[in-house]
């Protein structure tokens, strides 16, 4: 629904944004200064022990700089709480004494028969409840204790029983006046073909109520009690409270558990994820009755950057696993990851547990692996390489896997642990073979030509040398200009600083932005060690301080073309990969042409501290042009 002009603007203005803030956190007496509006705490997006976590109060915005998370009091409730705009608006409107805008007629009557079907689901849950103590679910009860489930335990989780009735549920929640249409809606009941009275969707069955994240019963879950029913498991169909492939079991108290500090762990089943939590590893979730979803996976990230998918140790689990690896490729971002913990074979979380003990699985998910072991796995396992033909395979197997990752940095990374886990199959690459007197003397090899001194590989490290003067030019700038900081922070924060003065100042170029008047002041020794460099010392942004709008050109400049160098390094790096043990007479004359196509168009304002009149867009494209049409390789005909 569209919202009035300035309602959002006066919400920002009641609601106070340490308010909200403390619900989640503990604020550190030390750092914060709360009769200044400045507040300082532990993350609550990610598990840390020092106050990295900055609230301003005044300006109603926080910031994270351990990772960057950053937003208004409406951004920290969608985020904290996992719920959308609107949500997150009439949340902090009921806590401002804000009545919310007349809803559209249409919305609000879905909304409202929202609201009547979680009624009615826990109504639903309740009888079920009521089932399980009676005479009826005297068997229920008798696996539930088999399976060490206590009568407390079956309280915490609401455990219930279906009786083996057509109408058992039905018939209970009519007679409370609740209509036949609304009990079809809810899944709890379906209607038969030759159209006669609806009859219960779960008869026979051991019941788990399903809530969302805020806590509101959406479905249920039930396990059959014939060994010979044609589903062991049983969930209720989608509707308008329930999406299974956009929820998870256990969402809301596995949520609190992490950020506690606890891990995230993603279990098979209810029964896997109940008796988890009842050991202790409370932050688990489950699945509901589908393969991990992209939506799924994409909401344990929001919970915690480093779920634990914990499998059977059977044939089933690892293709589960593996299913999920294709999955989470593409998604992979910085910090967020996925490791998996395998059961020991022909068991599950719950049998471990009940046969060995907490300790047992704390070991497992001590040796959790991450997502490239499986991967490597996948490829490796039961097979031989005897054969350049099968070795040429694999690695394009391997190569189209991790093409599939759109983060170049995580591409990168995950091409450098395959090249190590490839070194340690095959055997480390060749030594030069010991003198041996007498022996045939094998030529050395030939020095390389001036062409092959002037390649881009030759020449890594005088780059990485521009670079690193490049990005201290650029941090001792905004450090001049502190007025241009808010325009680049975005590109500050995406900036890789090699050296510890370097981040020193990077981290207190993002604090001032965010309302921290000393941070520059803190950091003056690092500062200093920068414009001591004979380089940034000549820079226009440098010698001319009163000068903001040249400033702000050359910054801007300088930023492209860091961008381009990065972009360079990435593109090539990964073209060598893919031509390792593949180069020809030609490679050197390739590599040759693309270094001097990469000097022309990376002469900056370092080696000409004055000159501003390049065409940067022009340098661009050339440069976009050699990388597209892969100069390195060896063109046919």
């Known amino acids: ?49 020092s106050a990295s976590f900055h609230v301003d109060d005044r300006k ?54 929202r609201a009547q079907l979680a009624e009615v689901m826990e109504e639903a849950v309740r009888y079920y409840r009521l089932m399980l103590k009676s005479r009826s679910g005297e068997a229920a009860r008798e696996y539930l204790a088999g399976r060490r489930l206590s009568p407390e335990a079956q309280d915490r989780w609401e455990i219930g029983y279906a009786p083996d009735q057509r109408q058992g549920v039905f018939q209970a929640l009519t007679a409370k006046g609740i209509a036949p249409d609304l009990l079809v809606a809810s899944g709890l009941c379906a209607k038969p073909d030759d159209g006669g009275a609806p009859y219960d969707r779960f008869r026979g069955r ?25 589903a062991k498991y049983l969930n209720g169909p989608e509707t308008d409270l329930f999406d299974k492939g956009r929820n998870l079991y256990n969402h809301g108290p596995a949520r609190e558990a992490a950020g506690k500090g606890l891990p995230l762990i993603v279990a098979e089943g209810y029964m ?68 998996f913990a395998v059961m020991p074979a022909g068991q599950d979380p719950d049998d471990l547990i009940r046969g060995q003990g907490a300790q047992s699985f704390q070991k497992v998910l001590d040796g959790a692996e991450p997502m490239v072991g499986l991967l490597w796995r996948r490829e490796t396992e039961g097979k031989v ?28 990374h995950y091409g450098e642990e395959i090249k190590q886990r490839r070194w340690a199959l095959f055997g480390a690459r060749p030594k030069r073979a010991p003198f041996v007197p007498g022996a045939k003397r094998i030529a050395p090899p030939a020095v390389p030509t ?46 890789v600083v090699p050296r510890p003065e370097q981040r020193d100042v990077q981290e207190a170029l993002l604090r001032f932005s965010h309302g921290q008047d000393d941070a520059l002041d803190n950091v003056r020794t690092s500062l200093e060690s920068l414009l001591s460099l004979p380089h940034v010392r000549i820079a226009p942004p440098i010698r001319h301080p009163e ?31 893919d031509m390792e043990g593949l180069a020809d007479e030609g490679l050197t004359w390739r590599l040759a042409q693309a270094a001097e196509a990469r000097n022309n168009a990376g002469r900056s304002s370092l080696d000409d501290a004055g000159d501003l009149g390049e065409d940067r867009s022009a340098l661009s494209k050339h440069l976009q042009r050699l990388i597209e049409d892969q100069v390195w390789i060896k063109k046919k005909g």
């Open 206 to 230: 051991i019941i788990f109520p399903i809530r969302d994240a805020r806590g509101r019963a959406i479905s249920l879950g039930g396990r059959a009690m014939d060994p010979n029913a044609r």
């Open 1 to 49: 629904m569209a919202l009035p002009h300035g309602f959002l603007d006066e919400l920002r203005t009641r609601v106070s944004l340490s308010q909200v803030v403390a619900r989640k956190v503990t604020w550190d007496a030390r750092k914060s200064n709360q009769g200044k509006g400045d507040f300082w705490a532990p993350c609550p997006f990610h598990q840390e022990k």
């Open 547 to 577: 000068d903001r709008d040249t400033a702000r050109m050359c910054l801007a400049e300088e930023f492209a073309k860091l961008d381009a160098a990065y972009g360079a390094e990435t593109e090539i790096r990964d073209a060598m990969e």
């Open 60 to 113: 109603g915005f926080y910031y994270c700089f351990g990772c960057h998370a950053k937003g208004d009091a409406l951004t920290f409730v969608k985020e904290t709480e996992n719920v959308g705009f609107m949500e997150a608006v009439e949340i902090l409107a009921r806590e401002a004494g804000m009545p919310m805008p007349a809803r559209d007629p249409q919305a609000a009557a879905k909304t409202d028969r």
């Open 385 to 412: 390489f005897d054969s350049p033909e099968r070795r040429a395979a694999l690695d394009k197997t391997l190569r189209e896997a991790i093409s599939r990752i759109a983060d170049p940095s995580i591409r990168h």
């Open 450 to 495: 001036s062409a092959a001194r002037q390649s881009l590989l030759a020449m890594a490290e005088g780059e990485a040398m521009a670079q690193d003067l490049r990005t201290s030019v650029i941090l001792a700038g905004f450090a001049m200009h502190p007025s241009l900081i808010r325009t680049f922070e975005s590109a500050i924060e995406r900036m």
């Open 272 to 339: 896997d994820t109940i008796a988890l939590s009842e050991a202790g590893f409370r932050g688990t979730v489950a699945p509901l009755g589908t393969a991990i979803t992209e939506d799924q996976l994409r909401l344990m990230w929001r919970i915690s950057n480093e779920p634990v998918i914990a499998l059977d140790g059977d044939a089933a689990g690892i293709r589960a696993a593996l299913r999920v690896v294709d999955l989470a490729m593409p998604l992979l971002e910085a910090g967020k990851a996925l490791r």
